[in-house]
């Protein structure tokens, strides 16, 4: 008597077998991939104490507090309403670190940092604040953006994605410093991606984060 079950095991080996295989091929594609351009490149060094933030309206904490720079800038034609949004109202601002005693603190922005009670924001209340300009375009000398960019692999569910991550000059639009990197998802909302990490730790996510500031300098003071 044939086992009824053999036709189905023998189905879903080759099911499985055939996950694997799209899989390898997709993780061969992104180690192709990562290896063509990925990874953290700074082409020029400039000096100034702040940018324009094309791509988010936050770096209060990032920036501001427990990074180096004294502005940042961005434009929002259409913020969140809610009553914990720091930027409610649309249009470009100057978000700028100063001292308290100079009475331009933002009382919004100043309520919510005071609401943390751990390091950074007791310390930096002490003698800081941040004061928020409007303004009606933005001024700084350079732009950090972000581009995100998908596609489906050829088996036409896998997805691949390439974040490109640059430092231009606002009106040069010269590229200074770049970093890009890919992920690959075998199953897209059932399976987590893998990215060039998996292949080299010189692609690390946290690498992206000296971006700014190995290629933005901030002036020194005197």
């Known amino acids: 008597m044939k086992n009824k079950y053999v036709p189905f095991f023998l189905l879903l080996l080759g099911f499985v077998c055939t996950a ?3 899989e390898q091929r997709g993780l061969a594609e992104l180690k192709r991939l990562c290896e063509k351009d990925a990874g953290l490149t700074i082409y020029k060094t400039v000096e100034a104490n702040g940018f324009y933030n094309a791509y ?4 209060i904490t990032d920036y501001l507090i427990e990074g180096p720079y ?3 800038e961005f434009c ?11 930027f409610p109202e649309s249009g470009c601002f100057r978000v700028k670190k100063t001292n308290r005693v100079d009475g331009q ?8 940092l005071s609401k943390h009670i751990v390091g950074p924001y007791p310390e930096f209340l002490q003698e ?3 004061d928020v300009e409007k303004i009606n375009k933005p001024e700084a000398r350079y732009t950090y953006n972000e581009q995100l960019d998908k596609w489906l692999a050829n088996n036409k569910y896998s997805e691949f994605i390439r974040i490109e991550v640059s430092i231009e000059g606002r009106v040069s639009n010269e590229i200074l410093g770049q970093y890009i990197s890919y992920s690959y998802n075998v199953r897209p909302r059932h399976s ?9 730790k010189k692609y690390s996510a946290s690498i992206k984060e000296d971006l700014i500031e190995k290629t933005i300098v901030t002036h020194k003071e005197k």
């Open 20 to 22: 694997c295989s799209s």
């Open 56 to 59: 988010s309206s936050s770096g």
């Open 70 to 72: 004294k502005f940042y």
């Open 76 to 86: 929002d034609d259409s913020p969140s309403l809610s009553k914990y949004h720091l």
């Open 105 to 112: 603190c933002n009382e919004r922005v100043d309520k919510a």
């Open 128 to 130: 800081y604040c941040i």
């Open 192 to 200: 987590s991606p893998k990215s060039c990490r998996l292949l080299d």
